[in-house]
């Protein structure tokens, strides 16, 4: 019998997950830009809408619905890189914040007009639905698929950075701009490819997250201070800092509420706190 | 900045130093703008709470411009210190007494040391790590405050607050009219040490900081000293309003120390203009009457255009209002 | 780490020993040691990207060095925060402009003065109490040909002057020593005349050491030529000395038919 430590870990283990895919974008395009785009999970949103959309008033399967609220995350994402953002890559650092902050609470109202402020619950196939015990473990399926999502979707992401041409620029990217460039590195487009790429995964997880915390029009708010925890902790521009802060405020937060309830998010923003003035930069930051 | 920008020739000023005087007299619109904020006793007579509510809201967007409009530290969490100074105020005027002079010295002295603490960490970070700082800071007092139940009253609020008569004489009663004039005169009181910190040596250095950050130190300037100093004095200005509104309106919520009215007063300021001593002023005069003639909608309508107002700020009017109103004038003077 | 020793009078200005700083394998300085007597006019040249700027951010203190120490007048200054040397007499300017945009140019250097003279965090007084800091900024603005902008925001004076800016923000600390970085970066040839005529008026106590590619600049002020390629001192003497150095020519011409 495996102690109830070892399910708590779990569970704080796929939520994990699940804050990653939410997380890697932004922290990427913030190491890569140093662009501090807070409407991060209003992407997160708008894929999770999309797969409501989808299965309730088109009867699409789940699974069919996960690559399209990718797409329109993604492609939300670049049209709003085009029309805005592109103009306040040199601003300076409170531009940014309520540039990105307005909109943010532009998508919540819109998201609120069209889908009310109740939570969407969406019905996931049967098989989904259950648990199974391992030695002694309840283990619930949907949050085993959030896990192997996580996994394949890490290893999918590390190796396009370590393997590809594309990876490649963007390491060079983040390492050193003005170096990238005078290297003949188009730095633009590497940034508004990532960005896509940053913001579709966003999308993605925002969809995968309403059968395990819902999905309301706070959701850009709700999961932006989460966001933002793992980007700083994490360190930005880095891929596996975002894996190792994900799973570490995942797993702080499960295990927060299921032994110590009263202290409430309480010890997640100390994580930070602490972190950050132990290391500025983040866990595996550069700065 | 000065309150007017410098003008392009060179003025026949009798000497340097009377120049730099002459840039901190008082400007007749100055006086104009003071003067009308005693209109409301008689042009608005049932709307005198809001109209305090305006003057502490302004106060604290004050507090704020000095560190981010002035020094350049951007902070999303400054309602702790509104929230320290309310409540401060608030159970002291629940367990020693009702006085309130004394209750708004106390509760600054309060803010400003929980101010200094914190200075020593904010002074350290810039850029992002500072923003996500300050925010988690203002939470994780919020949720200090959510869990000490005993110590806040928790959600339900601090309860039981009584005040006295304002100097013996005026009583807080449901009309306002003591409300106003109480936090008119203290709002006053702290602009005129605001207007004279801004024009003195620490405000051109200030001002150093937020211009050049790099030079500073070349010039031989501690400005970690300087930012931990103005971060003090800001978080007692901003506990000073703090405590007002606990005193006029007898009430203290967790509220006061929420990511909301760290957002709202960021908003304000903007709105009017950060670094212009006036622009939290304005912006909280604009950004409350809008809020009561629009009580009527649905708070998500209400965002949605401050989500709006945002962009357009940032896009078009990048120094808020008062930025815009000074561009034209100047405009308008070089015809 | 050394204590900060009693000042003795001594006739170096400014050294240092076994400087020394890498990024990853890419060595920015090595092994540099450096003597500025007291009074000299000393010139740094060497071809593009052969550290010379980060040698004076070395010791200036906004870079922190891996090995070798600094000594001001004689005090080891390793340790001291940039703000602590210049308070020792250790002032730069910056090869790009790094000015105060929205002050005027007479708000600027009145900071500068009230930092050194410890006034700067008087919040309770106004600026023009202070007379006689005021003056003294005033006079070093009149004294670099800028005292008629004077009260001209920064950002609207024209690059020449806003050089000149650059250096009278320098003075204004009293240093005893002065890094300039290329004073003379970017500004036309008929506005450089007042750009070299202060550094030739300069005071003689003060030690001069600068950056400058233009080697008519460097033949006419400099007393002494330190040339500086790829992060280490590759020859120093008299200007004639270094003229005639067939290393240095090849060194500096054939960059600068690359560059």
Redesign the interface.
């Given at each position: 019998m495996l102690p109830p430590v070892i399910g708590v870990l779990f569970d704080g283990i796929a939520y994990g997950m699940l804050l990653f895919l939410l997380s890697v974008g932004l922290s990427v395009t913030l190491g890569l830009m140093n662009f501090v785009n807070l409407a991060h999970c209003a992407f997160a949103m708008i894929g999770g809408y999309v797969t409501v959309v989808l299965m309730k008033d088109f009867g699409w399967n789940f699974f069919a619905t996960l690559p399209v609220a990718f797409f329109a995350a993604a492609l939300t994402s670049i049209i709003i890189e085009r029309i805005l953002y592109r103009r306040l890559y040199g601003a300076s650092d409170l531009d940014q914040v309520l540039l990105t902050i307005g909109l943010a609470f532009i998508s919540v109202s819109v998201a609120a007009w069209f889908f009310g402020t109740t939570q969407q619950p969406i019905e996931m196939p049967s098989y989904m639905r259950g648990s199974f015990v391992v030695m002694g473990l309840n283990i619930a399926v949907y949050r085993l698929f959030l896990v192997a999502v996580g996994i394949v979707v890490t290893i999918l992401l590390i190796m396009t950075v370590e393997h590809t041409r594309f990876g490649a620029q963007v390491r060079a990217a983040v390492d050193n701009q003005r170096m990238a460039r005078g290297l003949g590195i188009d730095v633009d487009r590497t940034f508004a490819i990532t960005f896509a790429l940053g913001s579709g995964l966003a999308g993605l997880g925002g969809a995968l997250a309403i059968e395990i915390v819902g999905l309301d029009p706070q959701f850009a708010f709700t999961y932006l201070v989460y966001v933002l925890i793992i980007v700083s902790v994490g360190g930005l521009g880095s891929i596996g800092g975002s894996f190792a802060a994900a799973c570490l405020i995942g797993i702080s937060d499960i295990a927060g509420k299921y032994y110590v309830p009263q202290l409430g998010a309480f010890l997640i923003y100390l994580v930070m706190v602490a972190v950050l003035m132990w290391r500025p930069a983040g866990l595996f930051g550069r700065r | 900045m000065a309150l007017q920008d410098a003008p392009m020739t060179t003025p026949q000023a009798s000497s340097p130093q009377a120049y730099l005087q002459g840039l901190s007299r008082w400007r007749t619109i100055e006086i104009i703008f003071w003067l009308a904020t005693l209109l409301p006793f008689w042009l608005f007579p049932n709307y005198l709470s809001l109209a305090s509510q305006i003057a502490v809201a302004a106060l604290f967007a004050l507090s704020l411009d000095l560190i981010l409009g002035y020094a350049g530290v951007v902070s999303l969490g400054h309602a702790a210190f509104f929230g320290v100074g309310a409540y401060t105020a608030g159970l002291f005027a629940k367990f020693v007494w009702g006085e309130v002079f004394t209750g708004l010295i106390v509760a600054t002295i309060m803010a400003a040391l929980v101010g200094y603490a914190a200075s020593f960490i904010v002074a350290r970070f810039r850029h992002l790590t500072l923003i996500m700082i300050t925010l988690g800071m203002g939470l994780l007092l919020h949720e200090a405050a959510n869990s000490a139940g005993w110590l806040t009253g928790g959600s339900d609020g601090l309860q039981g607050i009584e005040v006295w008569k304002v100097a013996g004489l005026f009583k807080f009663d449901l009309y306002g009219t003591t409300a106003y004039g109480y936090s008119l005169a203290v709002l006053f009181v702290v602009f005129l040490f605001t207007r004279r910190l801004i024009n003195s040596p620490f405000g051109l250095a200030l001002r150093g900081i937020r211009e050049n950050f790099v030079r500073m130190p070349a010039i031989g300037a501690d400005s970690r000293a300087h930012i931990r100093k103005v971060y003090t004095i800001s978080a007692a200005m901003a506990g000073i309003a703090g405590a007002v509104i606990a005193q006029t309106t007898e009430t203290v919520s967790l509220e006061a120390l929420s990511f909301e009215r760290s957002a709202d007063v960021l908003v304000m300021l903007v709105l009017g203009g950060a670094g212009r001593l006036y622009g939290g002023l304005v912006g909280a005069a604009i950004f409350l009457v809008a809020r009561d003639q629009f009580s009527g909608i649905a708070p998500q309508f209400w965002y949605f255009w401050i989500g709006v107002l945002l962009v357009v700020v940032v896009m078009l009017l990048p120094n808020g209002i008062l930025g815009g109103l000074s561009k034209i004038t100047a405009r308008w003077s070089r015809k | 780490m050394s204590a900060v020793v009693t000042p003795v009078k001594t006739s170096i200005a400014l050294q240092t020993r076994g400087l020394s700083k890498s990024f990853g394998s890419l060595t920015v300085a090595n092994d540099i040691a450096l003597n500025l007597p007291v009074g000299a006019r000393y010139a740094l040249i060497g071809p593009n990207g052969a550290g010379k700027t980060t040698l004076i951010n070395l010791m200036?203190?906004?870079l922190a060095p891996d090995k070798g120490q600094i000594f001001l007048g004689g005090d080891d200054v390793t340790a001291l925060?940039?703000?602590a040397r210049?308070?020792r007499g250790l002032?730069?300017t910056?090869q790009i402009n790094?000015?105060?945009?929205?002050?005027?140019a007479?708000?600027?250097v009145?900071?500068?003065v009230?930092?050194?003279r410890g006034?700067?965090?008087?919040?309770?007084?106004?600026?023009?109490v202070?007379?006689e800091?005021?003056?003294e900024?005033?006079e070093i603005l009149v004294k670099l040909k800028l005292g008629?902008?004077?009260?001209?925001?920064t950002r609207?004076l024209p690059y020449g002057r806003q050089r000149l800016l650059e250096i009278a923000?320098?003075l204004?600390?009293k240093p005893k020593v002065l890094l300039l970085d290329e004073p003379a970066a970017g500004v036309p040839q008929d506005e450089s005349g007042d750009i070299f005529e202060v550094v030739a008026s300069l005071s003689d106590d003060l030690t001069l050491l600068f950056i400058e590619h233009d080697m008519h600049v460097v033949f006419r002020f400099a007393t002494h030529i330190i040339v500086l390629v790829s992060g280490a001192v590759f020859a120093e003497g008299s200007p004639s000395e270094i003229a005639a150095d067939q290393g240095v020519r090849e060194v500096y011409l054939g960059a600068r038919k690359h560059g």
């Amino acid at each position: 019998m495996l102690p109830p430590v070892i399910g708590v870990l779990f569970d704080g283990i796929a939520y994990g997950m699940l804050l990653f895919l939410l997380s890697v974008g932004l922290s990427v395009t913030l190491g890569l830009m140093n662009f501090v785009n807070l409407a991060h999970c209003a992407f997160a949103m708008i894929g999770g809408y999309v797969t409501v959309v989808l299965m309730k008033d088109f009867g699409w399967n789940f699974f069919a619905t996960l690559p399209v609220a990718f797409f329109a995350a993604a492609l939300t994402s670049i049209i709003i890189e085009r029309i805005l953002y592109r103009r306040l890559y040199g601003a300076s650092d409170l531009d940014q914040v309520l540039l990105t902050i307005g909109l943010a609470f532009i998508s919540v109202s819109v998201a609120a007009w069209f889908f009310g402020t109740t939570q969407q619950p969406i019905e996931m196939p049967s098989y989904m639905r259950g648990s199974f015990v391992v030695m002694g473990l309840n283990i619930a399926v949907y949050r085993l698929f959030l896990v192997a999502v996580g996994i394949v979707v890490t290893i999918l992401l590390i190796m396009t950075v370590e393997h590809t041409r594309f990876g490649a620029q963007v390491r060079a990217a983040v390492d050193n701009q003005r170096m990238a460039r005078g290297l003949g590195i188009d730095v633009d487009r590497t940034f508004a490819i990532t960005f896509a790429l940053g913001s579709g995964l966003a999308g993605l997880g925002g969809a995968l997250a309403i059968e395990i915390v819902g999905l309301d029009p706070q959701f850009a708010f709700t999961y932006l201070v989460y966001v933002l925890i793992i980007v700083s902790v994490g360190g930005l521009g880095s891929i596996g800092g975002s894996f190792a802060a994900a799973c570490l405020i995942g797993i702080s937060d499960i295990a927060g509420k299921y032994y110590v309830p009263q202290l409430g998010a309480f010890l997640i923003y100390l994580v930070m706190v602490a972190v950050l003035m132990w290391r500025p930069a983040g866990l595996f930051g550069r700065r | 900045m000065a309150l007017q920008d410098a003008p392009m020739t060179t003025p026949q000023a009798s000497s340097p130093q009377a120049y730099l005087q002459g840039l901190s007299r008082w400007r007749t619109i100055e006086i104009i703008f003071w003067l009308a904020t005693l209109l409301p006793f008689w042009l608005f007579p049932n709307y005198l709470s809001l109209a305090s509510q305006i003057a502490v809201a302004a106060l604290f967007a004050l507090s704020l411009d000095l560190i981010l409009g002035y020094a350049g530290v951007v902070s999303l969490g400054h309602a702790a210190f509104f929230g320290v100074g309310a409540y401060t105020a608030g159970l002291f005027a629940k367990f020693v007494w009702g006085e309130v002079f004394t209750g708004l010295i106390v509760a600054t002295i309060m803010a400003a040391l929980v101010g200094y603490a914190a200075s020593f960490i904010v002074a350290r970070f810039r850029h992002l790590t500072l923003i996500m700082i300050t925010l988690g800071m203002g939470l994780l007092l919020h949720e200090a405050a959510n869990s000490a139940g005993w110590l806040t009253g928790g959600s339900d609020g601090l309860q039981g607050i009584e005040v006295w008569k304002v100097a013996g004489l005026f009583k807080f009663d449901l009309y306002g009219t003591t409300a106003y004039g109480y936090s008119l005169a203290v709002l006053f009181v702290v602009f005129l040490f605001t207007r004279r910190l801004i024009n003195s040596p620490f405000g051109l250095a200030l001002r150093g900081i937020r211009e050049n950050f790099v030079r500073m130190p070349a010039i031989g300037a501690d400005s970690r000293a300087h930012i931990r100093k103005v971060y003090t004095i800001s978080a007692a200005m901003a506990g000073i309003a703090g405590a007002v509104i606990a005193q006029t309106t007898e009430t203290v919520s967790l509220e006061a120390l929420s990511f909301e009215r760290s957002a709202d007063v960021l908003v304000m300021l903007v709105l009017g203009g950060a670094g212009r001593l006036y622009g939290g002023l304005v912006g909280a005069a604009i950004f409350l009457v809008a809020r009561d003639q629009f009580s009527g909608i649905a708070p998500q309508f209400w965002y949605f255009w401050i989500g709006v107002l945002l962009v357009v700020v940032v896009m078009l009017l990048p120094n808020g209002i008062l930025g815009g109103l000074s561009k034209i004038t100047a405009r308008w003077s070089r015809k | 780490m050394s204590a900060v020793v009693t000042p003795v009078k001594t006739s170096i200005a400014l050294q240092t020993r076994g400087l020394s700083k890498s990024f990853g394998s890419l060595t920015v300085a090595n092994d540099i040691a450096l003597n500025l007597p007291v009074g000299a006019r000393y010139a740094l040249i060497g071809p593009n990207g052969a550290g010379k700027t980060t040698l004076i951010n070395l010791m200036t203190g906004m870079l922190a060095p891996d090995k070798g120490q600094i000594f001001l007048g004689g005090d080891d200054v390793t340790a001291l925060t940039p703000q602590a040397r210049v308070k020792r007499g250790l002032a730069r300017t910056f090869q790009i402009n790094t000015l105060f945009a929205g002050l005027n140019a007479l708000e600027a250097v009145t900071l500068a003065v009230a930092e050194r003279r410890g006034i700067a965090d008087r919040f309770w007084q106004n600026i023009a109490v202070n007379k006689e800091a005021i003056e003294e900024a005033y006079e070093i603005l009149v004294k670099l040909k800028l005292g008629d902008a004077c009260y001209q925001q920064t950002r609207e004076l024209p690059y020449g002057r806003q050089r000149l800016l650059e250096i009278a923000l320098a003075l204004a600390t009293k240093p005893k020593v002065l890094l300039l970085d290329e004073p003379a970066a970017g500004v036309p040839q008929d506005e450089s005349g007042d750009i070299f005529e202060v550094v030739a008026s300069l005071s003689d106590d003060l030690t001069l050491l600068f950056i400058e590619h233009d080697m008519h600049v460097v033949f006419r002020f400099a007393t002494h030529i330190i040339v500086l390629v790829s992060g280490a001192v590759f020859a120093e003497g008299s200007p004639s000395e270094i003229a005639a150095d067939q290393g240095v020519r090849e060194v500096y011409l054939g960059a600068r038919k690359h560059g």
